[in-house]
């Protein structure tokens, strides 16, 4: 098909939820992805957070091509190979010790809210419901996470929304301090809030709502579904901050592209599920563990943690390089390679003036540039792709 023929179709027959752009993508290859016209474009989106290995990476390929031709799909009723290897791997290198594995972000979510409302409620205190969750954060698209998500306009026309819920502004330790009681059964926090504008929390912060936890027997629950698995240049968010959250989720890289989440938490945490509290058909199955497996071995051994630290820190510098010399940027966001760029003006008409140039970048809100280039980006790509930023801006703000 032709981009016009992929863009009319799509626009006729798939339900009207995305604000798509005018572009199909039909091949990708490392940090390019190219059109059906041959287009070639530099990816500094990554399907929003998920090709940390660039694309088709030759390990994910192999591994879901041998995965395919074995065993493709048995129920959770048994155990499974790949799922128990991606299960151990991923234990063996974080603060959990147990995982329970979905398909998305969302369901994670999902998974960490039913398993701190059970374990509040084992507490003996049938009140221990409450969640607290931030301003601006964002946790998924079911009913129980648009809730979560600090964010009205996700949350419009979905009423009555589930209860138990309330938000606090980050990096307020007085409000959460206040808010927070004897009912409250889990605290939610992105690392660095992605979608509500790439917002750090500061580490004083966090130390703050570890004790608040500690009093009132509350847990922590990072949603590490953007930030985890190397995106900010160490493995897990949790660990720029010295402390290790009760429960967490991922999902977005997990799979080097192939849809899998996963929801994983400190033993005494876990125990309060019991066989068939939770599940899911396709959970964890053989093919989307065996593509995990491979994508989480590919980031933990083949240096990708170390260049996202590496190459964020010189994209970082040269951000706020352009931040100094212009007077529309006022603030340059992030770590590793999960960084914003917010303007005074509104920046949307970038995006495609960009890939007009033929870069893929993301915006959230209408002032603040994303950028999520997969974590094997070298420095020459980030200077390719800071030259188009740069001419875009001059011409289209
Ligand atoms: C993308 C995202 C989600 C939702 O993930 P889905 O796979 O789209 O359900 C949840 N939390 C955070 C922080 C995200 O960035």
């Not at 698209?141 to 009423?159: D, M, S, W």
């Not at 033929?358 to 020459?380: H, M, Q, S, W, Y």
Request: net charge negative; with cysteine; proline share 4%.
């Amino acid at each position: 098909m032709k981009s016009s023929e992929i863009i009319d179709t799509g626009n006729k027959y798939v339900m009207n939820t995305y604000g798509r752009l005018s572009l199909a993508l039909v091949r990708g290859s490392g940090a390019r992805v190219w059109d059906a016209e041959g287009r070639e474009y530099l990816d500094f989106v990554s399907g929003l957070a998920v090709n940390s290995l660039g694309h088709c990476h030759p390990a994910v390929v192999k591994a879901i091509v041998a995965q395919a031709e074995t065993l493709i799909h048995v129920s959770n009723m048994y155990h499974i190979e790949p799922q128990v290897r991606l299960a151990a791997l991923l234990v063996e290198n974080t603060c959990a010790d147990r995982v329970f594995f979905c398909n998305s972000g969302a369901e994670a979510n999902e998974g960490a809210i039913k398993l701190a409302r059970k374990y509040g409620k084992s507490k003996g205190n049938l009140e221990k419901f409450e969640i607290i969750t931030a301003i601006n954060s964002f946790h998924g698209r079911t009913l129980a996470t648009i809730t979560a998500t600090g964010q009205p306009k996700y949350q419009k026309g979905f009423e009555p929304l589930p209860a138990g819920f309330s938000y606090v502004n980050i990096n307020n330790i007085e409000e959460i301090r206040e808010r927070a009681g004897s009912n409250t059964c889990a605290i939610i926090l992105e690392p660095i809030q992605g979608e509500g504008g790439v917002n750090e929390l500061n580490p004083e912060y966090i130390k703050a709502i570890k004790d608040i936890c500690k009093e009132h027997d509350i847990l922590l629950i990072f949603d590490e579904v953007q930030c985890g698995l190397g995106r900010t240049g160490k493995f897990m968010g949790y660990q720029h901050y010295g402390i290790e959250p009760d429960i967490f989720t991922l999902a977005k890289a997990l799979g080097g592209g192939f849809p899998i989440g996963a929801m994983l938490a400190k033993e005494d945490i876990a125990s309060s599920f019991s066989p068939g509290d939770h599940a899911s058909t396709f959970g964890g199955n053989p093919l989307a563990s065996a593509a995990a497996l491979a994508a989480v071995e590919e980031i933990l051994n083949g240096g990708l943690v170390d260049n996202s630290s590496k190459v964020g820190e010189y994209f970082k510098k040269q951000l706020i390089e352009m931040k100094e010399s212009s007077d529309i940027i006022i603030d340059v966001r992030g770590k590793g390679l999960m960084l914003g760029m917010e303007f005074s003006v509104e920046c949307r008409k970038l995006l495609p003036a960009c890939q007009e140039k033929g870069l893929l970048i993301n915006c959230v809100g209408d002032k603040t540039l994303r950028f999520l280039p997969p974590l094997i980006i070298t420095e020459a790509d980030v200077d390719k792709a800071l030259d188009i930023v740069r001419e875009a801006i001059r011409e289209n703000l």
